[in-house]
Structure formats: C-alpha cells, structure tokens
C-alpha cells in the first residue's frame, strides 16, 4: 500500500479492479490474496510479475519449472513478491499452419496482462522462436519496467563421432536421405539424437538470433543470452534477473527508454556480426514498431555493408552455441564491434552499453568462434535486401549461408503455385527442372492462408538431389528457419496473395538476381504482366476467406513482412 498520496500505487495497491470505490477494490484484492497464504506484510511489497510460456507443447521451455524458482528466488532476496502468471505459448513445431501467425496473438496476451493485473515490474520468460518476439513486443507496448530471461540453448548430441545440433544438422541429414545417401535406419537413429536437452536449437537460428538481439536492445541481463538451458549458470541468471526485476520496479526504467533507434541500430548490426536468422528482420522490425521506428530495408543494407560477420556458428561457420558462450558470447562479440556501436543506450540495469562494456573489458574470446573485426568470417553483414520488378518493397537473401556462386544469376522459373503443389511434385521424376533454373513458391505470405511458414527452404528436386545437386537459387514469399542455409530469397513483399508481382509469375519466365546490385527482377514485359493481372484479378475475387475468430483478425489486419507482419492497429505512431 502507499504511504502518502504523493507516491504512486505499488504492488496490489496498482490496477485495481473497478468497482467504483477503490478502496473497498483493494480491500478485495487483499481478502482473495490471502487466501493463498500471504502473511499481511508480504503483500505490502513490490510485486514482480513473471510472464510464464511454458507449455506441454513447447519443448524448448521444460526447463522453466526450475527456472521460474531461481527468479521467485532472486525476487524474494530482493524484498519483492514473486507472482507468475501463465500467457501462450508458441511451440515452434506444434503450431498449424506456423508459429508466426500466432506471434502477434501471444504479443497481445502478454501487453494486456501485463497491463491488466496488479505489478510493479515484470519478467519475460521465454526462448523459443517466436516466443521472444512476441514478448518484447507485448512489453514494448505495455511500456511497464521489463526484463528478459530466455531459456537458453540445448547442449548438442552425439552421431557416429560427430555432434549435431537441431536443427541445422536436421535438414543436412534429411537432404542426404532425400537424395538416397542415409538410409532409413539411420535417419531415425539421427531423430532421437538431434535434440537431446532442453532448450532452443543449438545453433544461430532465430532462437538464438533473438536472444542475441534482446542482450543487445539492453532487455536482458548483460552476458546471459548464449548461456545453455542446462549450465548452472542459467539458473544463476535467472535468480539475478529476479533481483534486477525489483530494482528495476524501484528505478522505473521503462522499454521506451531501452528501445530507441539507436539501439535498434545496435541489435542490426549484431544481427549481421551474427550471420543471424533471417527471421529476425520480420521480428525487430515487429519489436521496432511498437516503439514507433521503422527498419527500412535500405537502412538494413546500408548496416549490413558496414557490417562483417565475425561469428562462426551454423549455418554460417561450423560451431555450436556452447561453443559461443565458452568463447565469450554477447559480450566478445559487443566488444568487437565497439566502434559501430552507439554507447550511450540505457539498458536494463541503469547504466549505458558503454558502461557494461567497460565492466567487461577482461572478457575472454576466443578468435575461433568470435572473429576480429581485422579478420572476419565475412567482410560483410550476414542478410541483404534486394528491390527489384519482382520485390518492389523488398526481399531478403542470406548471403552468409549462400553459394557465392549463385549470387549472380539468371535463370528459367519453376513455379509452385501454393505448398500443395510444391509437395505433389517436388520430386515427380517428370518435373521439368534443372540446376540452372529457379525455383518459385507462391501463396506462402502472410495474407496466404498459411500465415507466412518457414516453406522458404524449398527441398531441391529430388532427381537433382539425387544427381548430387547442393543448392539452387529459390524464391519466394515464405519465411526460412535460422537454422536452413542455401541461396533463397525470402519475404518478396508484396506477397503473391496480396497482387504482388511474384502471383504473376509463370514456369519459363526469366529472372535475374544480383546480390552485388542488389536486384531481383522479373524479365518479362509489361503488356503480358498487364494480361496476367487481370487473370488474377478474376481468381482473387473467387478466394474463400476465414469468417470468424483469430484467422480473420489476422487475415484483415496484418502488414506485409517490410513492416515485420503485426497488426496495423498496434503499431505505435513515429518517434
């Protein structure tokens, strides 16, 4: 309770319910809480609220039971009052159609709880995928003190001598089998050893990418994003994020002054040191947005030029995250890149980036897993955007994961017309394809009836595949796991679904990419592509569209991927 007018609510005195007589509102409160056993001056205290995603369909959390201790542990040393409370939970694996069409609803469950129930500061737990995302932005728009905690990443597994990590070694297993090299023996013993411990893939997949990120935006405790879900180390930075959510409940330290532009700038270029996922172009531009900044994708090349990858994790180099956190993790690579960086943001423990960098002057590194800026993996960002007649507001290439030798192409299209038609004749040994063609998959967008999955990483043709072919450049409008490698494009906005130029496209067109113009180009002319659009313009207005509950919010109010696929109405006005 406050002890005079002039100071604001805390804990159970805040958000009361309205019943049009607030004190008899807080007389309520304090009845119904102590029913569950708090002695009267346990519920005086601040309250930290610990947002809990952790599900039985949600493998990457399992660990959060003894996680969500350690912070109730570090919250009650710190004279506050610990009280969890559940939100959803998005199982990268376990969601139909994808994950991310569910980002934005678990975005909106974490901002009104948060908003909704009695608080004084909250702590984010979360890891997988889109679990981060969904979160910070929730917390960005509820602009309540806030502090993440991820779970962390798995330990890798053991296969024949050598170690795997999900999911990278996955999808380099499953092409192998594809192609008939692994047996079926074998791929199932390689199932049960890809993930083999709690937590997120083990490799610089978007998981990991955003972990990253959120270190770097200054939401996370310094040091803690790379620690693996089962160190004891991660236990130690949750019970530490619980002392930190109490003073940062005392300092009122809220994300608008943590989420600027400049330390989104900050968290862009880490992403390109990291050779990180592309997905998380789509998710900080999300997280962005609710602080009312925008990531054009010319701001995206002009970091990523600007930019060298110095992190040798897969699917760009050949390690694991355990290896990056023994190598130095966040740190190691902050301190590299520490004339690109802005220095004055504020983070979550009240001082600068500057300041914790400084803290941290004696960290080790270790040169095989965190480059010298003096001699990167690459000399450039890890992700490019490329513009062009088929991507007229922008496409995204992975460059550090691509065969260089496919960066300047032009090549026949093979058009898939939806995922359906992808899976029916991918490996049709009839299909009309070659090594030197371009594989296309439309209706995969946001507005797709699919919610924009991670379909982008087209298998290659299986009589390619089995002819020893590696990669081929592929395009389209999905998303790709930050796990996956190859040459593909990804997130052509506008989408197909949507009219973009990419629906318009038919198996025998040409088209050219150019990673050094930074082009992707359509090269048939404008009379037939005016034809074809009045064709689509008759199929479209015949498209059936979902009638009722979150589908059809989703379908009538989300953006295309260059404004990071929210919600029109819960983007913030520019700041």
Not at 102 to 110: P, T
Not at 323 to 339: H, N, Q, T, W
Request: aromatic content about 6%.
């Amino acid at each position: 309770m406050t002890d005079s007018k002039n100071k604001p609510p805390i804990g159970l005195s805040r958000q009361l319910v309205s019943y049009g007589d607030k004190a008899f509102s807080l007389y309520m409160r304090r009845s119904f809480a102590s029913s569950m056993g708090y002695l009267p001056e346990t519920l005086s205290k601040p309250v930290v609220g610990i947002a809990n995603s952790a599900s039985g369909f949600n493998n990457c959390h399992r660990h959060f039971p003894e996680l969500l201790e350690a912070v109730k542990r570090g919250v009650l040393q710190a004279g506050g009052l610990p009280i969890d409370f559940p939100t959803v939970s998005l199982g990268e694996a376990f969601l139909n159609p994808t994950s991310l069409m569910f980002r934005n609803l678990m975005a909106m469950d974490v901002e009104e709880m948060v908003r909704a129930q009695p608080m004084d500061s909250v702590v984010l737990m979360g890891g997988c995928d889109k679990t981060v995302p969904a979160q910070l932005m929730g917390a960005v728009s509820a602009n309540l003190p806030a502090i993440y905690l991820v779970g962390g990443p798995m330990m890798t597994g053991r296969h024949k001598g050598e170690r795997l990590g999900a999911c990278t070694d996955c999808r380099r297993f499953w092409a192998s089998y594809r192609a008939g090299k692994v047996s079926d023996a074998e791929i199932h013993q390689v199932e049960g050893r890809l993930a083999t411990t709690a937590g997120t893939c083990a490799v610089m997949g978007t998981a990991s990418t955003m972990a990253c990120i959120t270190e770097t935006l200054g939401m996370m405790l310094p040091g803690t994003a790379a620690i693996p879900a089962v160190h004891a180390d991660r236990l130690r930075a949750a019970e530490a994020t619980g002392i930190a959510a109490v003073r940062l409940a005392q300092t009122r330290i809220t994300p608008d002054r943590i989420v600027t532009r400049k330390s989104v700038e900050n968290a862009v270029r880490v992403l390109m040191a990291l050779g990180g996922s592309t997905n998380a172009v789509i998710h900080l531009t999300a997280v962005a947005g609710r602080a009312g900044i925008d990531i054009p994708l010319t701001w995206l090349n002009e970091l990523s030029d600007s930019t060298p990858v110095l992190v040798n994790l897969k699917p760009t180099g050949s390690n694991y995250m355990e290896d990056f956190y023994a190598a130095g993790g966040m740190s190691g690579v902050l301190r590299e890149l520490k004339p690109l960086l802005h220095l004055d943001c504020l983070t979550v423990t009240g001082e600068t980036l500057g300041e914790r960098m400084a803290a941290d002057a004696d960290v080790y590194i270790d040169p095989a897993v965190i480059r010298p800026t003096q001699d990167p993996i690459e000399p450039v960002g890890g992700l490019v955007a490329l513009f062009g007649s088929l991507a007229p507001q922008g496409a995204i290439f992975k460059r550090s994961a691509a065969d260089k030798a496919l960066f300047e192409s032009e090549g026949r299209a093979v058009v898939f017309s939806s995922l359906d038609d992808l899976a029916a004749r991918i490996d049709d040994p009839n299909l009309d394809v070659n090594a030197n063609d371009i594989l296309v998959l439309q209706n995969a967008g946001p507005t797709s009836g699919t919610g924009m999955p991670e379909a982008g990483y087209l298998p290659i043709p299986g009589k390619l595949a089995r002819a020893g072919v590696k990669d081929i450049v592929r395009i389209s409008d999905a998303r790709m796991s930050g796990t996956a490698f190859g040459s593909i494009v990804l997130h052509v906005t506008p989408e197909s679904a949507a009219g973009g130029p990419l629906a318009l496209v038919h198996s025998g067109d040409r088209i050219r990419l150019s990673i050094k113009e930074r082009r992707l180009d359509l090269l048939v002319d404008e009379a037939e592509l005016k034809r074809r659009r009045a064709a689509w313009e008759l199929q479209a207005k015949q498209r059936s569209q979902p009638q009722r509950g979150y589908a059809q919010l989703y379908q009538e109010h989300v953006l295309q991927a260059d404004k990071g696929c929210d919600f029109d109405f819960l983007r913030a006005a520019g700041r």
